[in-house]
Structures are given as C-alpha cells and as structure tokens.
C-alpha cells in the first residue's frame, strides 16, 4: 500500500463573497488574484465562478463545489462578505472550510476601491459561532494574495487529517494489557470527531491468524521482507510466522473497513501474544506503519488515532514510543553537553520494543525482545520473543504529541517540537536520544499534570502548527505545548 492511499487526497476550492453595498467585481477581481498567487506557489485550486452575494447564490456555488470535487473549501472575502450566506456556506459544505479575507492594494483606491474585508472578518467569525460551525482562521487571516495563497497551502494538511478522521475506521485487538491502565480509552470522543471504531478479542485475532496457515502469498511477503532487512536479517527463521501475520492484519483491514476509506489499528501485543502465536508482532506492526497503516502498541487506542493524525499532518511516516528513560549524564556530559544547546533536562531516551519503521532507522536489525525474553523464555535461546525491530532511529526534525480521551471524556492534547539527536543510544529496541526545549518542565506540568499516558506519537518534521490547528477544529480545548522559559504553566510554583 502507497502511504497516500490510506489518506485522502485534497481537492482545494475558493469561493469569493461580497456583501450587496459593495461592488461584487471587486471581491472576483481578488479572488482571480489569489488563483494566480497559488498557481506560482504550486498549489491546485478550484475557482468557483459564482460570487456569493445571497442566500440562492450559496446554493449555486455549492453545487458549483461539489460538481468539482471539492473537498477542502477556502472562503474568501474580497470586501465586507455577507455574514449570513458565507456562514451558511461554511456550514452546508460539511467539509473542512478555511476563512481568509483581502488587505487594501493601494492608497490611491481608498475610496471606490475599499474593501473593509477587515472588518468582514470579525462578523464572519461571530456568525460562525453563533452557528456552530467549525472553520479554519489563520493567525492573521488577512492579506494580500501572496500570503493568502501561503495560508491556503498551510490549509492543506490540516484538510487532510480532519478528512481522514471522519473516514476513519480504527480496529483494535484486544484488551490491553493488564496494569496498563494508562492505555485506557473511553471511546465516545471518537464519534465525536468523526471516526468508527471497531473492537474484537485476541482470540478472533488468532483464529484469523491460524486460517492464513499456508497461505501461498507467504513467501512473497517474506522474500520482500528479506529485501528490507539485508544484512539485518538476524533471525530468518521467524519470518514465515510474521508474513503470516502481516496479511492476517491486511486482509483483515480489508474486510472490515466497510463504509470506510482509511484503517488503522490498535492491538494487543503481550504478554500471551507471544505463547500463543510463538513470536512479537513489533516487526509488522512497523512495516504495516511503514506504508501509512499505523499500527498502535498495547491497544492504545488513542495512540494509533495520533499516529493517523501526524501521517496526515506532516505526508509521512511515523511512529509511537515511550516517553521512556533518562539520557545518563556520562552520556549527556560527553555526546550533548558541548554539542548542541540543551540542557540536560531537555533531553530524554524515546523508545519502543521494535515498531518504528526502518525507514526511520539508521540502520536495523530483526531481534527479539529482551524484557519479554527474560519472563517468558529465560536461559534458552529466543524462540517465541523474535520479531523485533532495533536500531537507533535517525536524526531530525520531531515533533512529539498526543490527542487523548481522559477518564471522564474530555478531548485534550499536546504538542511539542525538537529533534532527534544524532548520539548512540547504547541501548536496545527502536530507541532515540530526543532533545525538547524545557523538556523537563514540559514533562511535570503537562505529561504529568494531564495524566498523560506514557505513549506519544512522533512526526518527523516540525508541524506543531498543524497539530495545534487540527487538535483546535475538531474541538479540543486543552492543547499543552512546552512553554518556553520565564513562562509559566498555570500550576508551576513561581518560587521554584
């Protein structure tokens, strides 16, 4: 599977509005002015001719919109707008909207030529709360049509995953582990921003499992996974079980995802996954990833909901790791101290068992699993706990995140940027040496003032303002972002 086709595509259109007292050719003029913006920064838009005026223009354009595809709409207010009909608008669309409007040209056209779009603006965006409906404003909303045509194509990730949601199926295999309660996932929010979930036992999983038995596209999926190993392949005799698996999980995704267009998963992973089914999933879970399945750990539903959620924001690979362990201060003294800005407490080890795809690794390994090896099969050679994926993952640009359901149902998230450090890790798993500007303090007074779970999904660029504006659009209304220093969380003791 191509990593986009488990995402939508976006088709971008505007739509010009222009309130009855001011000229109409005024707002279309800028509207053309804004295609020709986008065109020369590369982004695709739709030009809905009509100019909506009135409540029987709206209908018009919508079906203008529509007939064109259009899933991904930019309402546009070449002068004051009419509040009512955009709004409108906004509202029978269905589908992610943004609002921006136009700044003044010229001096010299201050008097037949004012627009008062800035003033536009505020009245749309009342209406739009008086109605309920959910609409994308930028920062500063209004500009000329080279900036416009910029917010238009920061709009389109945003699109992405606010469409992928609503089309989303989430199949989990579980339950979760025991004392793992901090996997725990009131599901209800999920309907809320769109997402179907469906959940089944362990025991379905590895029946479905058992009736791929000697399935004759096994040898396929292991020569294919042979390629992406190389010299990594440590382990080759475990590899027909996990090819095994990986279509279990694949045909699986097919089967069920009904009305749905987009799947994800959530599955059980330990501990009587590995005496049963005689190997760790770790290695699929990140080869399904790998190509835009995300494949959460320990049925952390949430997790894989965020793991979709970055796919979509930043049009790649991602993964899940524990917020895991400290970086050891022989290591920070001499790999970090004297080479890159960060404190200690800045930095810390982000790992996972073997999840997170090889194309995010520098080099890789198949393994087994050591913390489970030393419980299930101690003093033998592994058997049951191979399947692992290891290797220290690569440096860049992160960000770190989560959207989360608490105990009592309320939707809260947050997102933090930094990197990945380009330092051995000395350790095991699919592990990383992370550095986040006031880490430290992020950690105390938003991972652990929110009960956050020790799961966070990880993007691999910087695109904390796309986050901050999806978690924003479908109704968050606590977002934690590391506070740089000198501003303090609302619970930091200011005498520390």
């Given at each position: 599977m191509?990593?986009?086709?488990?995402?939508?595509?976006?088709?971008?259109g505007i739509c010009a509005v222009s309130r009855d007292c001011f000229p109409a050719s005024l707002s279309e003029g800028r509207r053309k002015e804004v295609v020709k913006a986008c065109a020369a920064a590369g982004v695709e838009i739709y030009e809905c001719p009509t100019v909506v005026e009135s409540e029987k223009d709206m209908l018009k354009a919508l079906e203008e919109l529509k007939g064109a595809?259009?899933?991904?709409?930019?309402?546009?207010?070449?002068?004051?707008?009419?509040?009512?009909?955009?709004?409108l608008l906004a509202k029978k669309f269905s589908l992610p909207v943004m609002f921006a409007a136009a700044a003044e040209e010229s001096g010299s056209n201050l008097i037949g030529g004012r627009g008062d779009a800035f003033c536009g603006m505020l009245n749309a965006s009342y209406n739009l709360g008086l109605r309920g409906v959910r609409a994308y404003i930028p920062e500063y909303p209004v500009g000329t049509p080279d900036s416009i045509a910029l917010m238009i194509k920061g709009f389109i990730p945003i699109a992405r995953a606010i469409i992928g949601l609503s089309r989303l199926k989430l199949i989990s295999f579980g339950p979760r582990p025991q004392d793992f309660l901090a996997c725990n996932a009131p599901i209800a929010r999920l309907y809320d921003i769109g997402a179907e979930i469906e959940e089944n036992s362990e025991l379905?999983?590895?029946?479905?499992?058992?009736?791929?038995?000697?399935?004759?596209?096994?040898?396929?999926?292991?020569?294919?996974?042979?390629?992406?190993?190389?010299?990594?392949?440590?382990?080759?005799?475990?590899?027909?079980?996990?090819?095994?698996?990986?279509?279990?999980?694949?045909?699986?995704?097919?089967?069920?995802?009904?009305?749905?267009?987009?799947?994800?998963?959530?599955?059980?992973?330990?501990?009587?996954?590995?005496?049963?089914?005689?190997?760790?999933?770790?290695?699929?879970?990140?080869?399904?990833?790998?190509?835009?399945?995300?494949?959460?750990?320990?049925?952390?539903?949430?997790?894989?909901?965020?793991?979709?959620?970055?796919?979509?924001?930043?049009?790649?690979?991602?993964?899940?790791?524990?917020?895991?362990?400290?970086?050891?201060?022989?290591?920070?003294?001499?790999?970090?101290?004297?080479?890159?800005?960060?404190?200690?407490?800045?930095?810390?080890?982000?790992?996972?068992?073997?999840?997170?795809?090889?194309?995010?690794?520098?080099?890789?390994?198949?393994?087994?699993?050591?913390?489970?090896h030393r419980g299930l099969e101690p003093d033998k050679e592994p058997d049951i706990t191979r399947g692992t994926l290891e290797g220290d993952i690569a440096p860049s640009e992160i960000t770190f995140f989560r959207l989360q359901s608490t105990a009592d149902g309320e939707l809260t998230a947050y997102a933090a940027e930094g990197e990945i450090l380009p330092v051995p890790t000395c350790s095991f798993g699919g592990i990383g040496i992370f550095a986040i500007p006031e880490m430290g303090r992020f950690y105390r007074h938003v991972l652990?003032?929110?009960?956050?779970?020790?799961?966070?999904?990880?993007?691999?660029?910087?695109?904390?303002?796309?986050?901050f504006e999806v978690f924003k659009y479908i109704g968050v209304k606590k977002i934690g972002f590391n506070r740089p220093a000198g501003m303090l969380y609302p619970d930091e003791n200011p005498f520390a």
């Amino acid at each position: 599977m191509n990593i986009m086709s488990n995402m939508p595509e976006i088709r971008l259109g505007i739509c010009a509005v222009s309130r009855d007292c001011f000229p109409a050719s005024l707002s279309e003029g800028r509207r053309k002015e804004v295609v020709k913006a986008c065109a020369a920064a590369g982004v695709e838009i739709y030009e809905c001719p009509t100019v909506v005026e009135s409540e029987k223009d709206m209908l018009k354009a919508l079906e203008e919109l529509k007939g064109a595809g259009v899933n991904a709409l930019v309402v546009y207010l070449g002068n004051f707008g009419p509040e009512t009909s955009e709004t409108l608008l906004a509202k029978k669309f269905s589908l992610p909207v943004m609002f921006a409007a136009a700044a003044e040209e010229s001096g010299s056209n201050l008097i037949g030529g004012r627009g008062d779009a800035f003033c536009g603006m505020l009245n749309a965006s009342y209406n739009l709360g008086l109605r309920g409906v959910r609409a994308y404003i930028p920062e500063y909303p209004v500009g000329t049509p080279d900036s416009i045509a910029l917010m238009i194509k920061g709009f389109i990730p945003i699109a992405r995953a606010i469409i992928g949601l609503s089309r989303l199926k989430l199949i989990s295999f579980g339950p979760r582990p025991q004392d793992f309660l901090a996997c725990n996932a009131p599901i209800a929010r999920l309907y809320d921003i769109g997402a179907e979930i469906e959940e089944n036992s362990e025991l379905d999983l590895f029946a479905a499992y058992n009736s791929h038995a000697g399935d004759e596209r096994i040898p396929a999926v292991i020569a294919d996974m042979e390629a992406e190993l190389g010299d990594g392949n440590k382990m080759a005799g475990i590899l027909p079980k996990l090819a095994q698996y990986e279509l279990t999980l694949l045909d699986w995704a097919e089967e069920h995802k009904g009305e749905r267009e987009y799947v994800i998963f959530a599955n059980k992973c330990w501990p009587s996954f590995q005496t049963q089914f005689g190997f760790v999933p770790c290695y699929v879970n990140s080869r399904l990833t790998g190509r835009g399945i995300p494949v959460s750990c320990e049925v952390d539903i949430w997790g894989a909901v965020s793991e979709y959620i970055g796919q979509c924001v930043s049009d790649d690979v991602v993964t899940l790791l524990d917020i895991n362990n400290t970086v050891p201060a022989d290591i920070y003294n001499n790999s970090i101290k004297d080479a890159f800005p960060y404190k200690h407490t800045d930095t810390f080890m982000g790992f996972h068992c073997g999840n997170t795809s090889s194309k995010k690794l520098v080099t890789c390994e198949m393994k087994y699993q050591l913390i489970m090896h030393r419980g299930l099969e101690p003093d033998k050679e592994p058997d049951i706990t191979r399947g692992t994926l290891e290797g220290d993952i690569a440096p860049s640009e992160i960000t770190f995140f989560r959207l989360q359901s608490t105990a009592d149902g309320e939707l809260t998230a947050y997102a933090a940027e930094g990197e990945i450090l380009p330092v051995p890790t000395c350790s095991f798993g699919g592990i990383g040496i992370f550095a986040i500007p006031e880490m430290g303090r992020f950690y105390r007074h938003v991972l652990i003032e929110g009960r956050y779970p020790h799961h966070g999904a990880v993007a691999f660029r910087h695109c904390g303002k796309e986050l901050f504006e999806v978690f924003k659009y479908i109704g968050v209304k606590k977002i934690g972002f590391n506070r740089p220093a000198g501003m303090l969380y609302p619970d930091e003791n200011p005498f520390a």
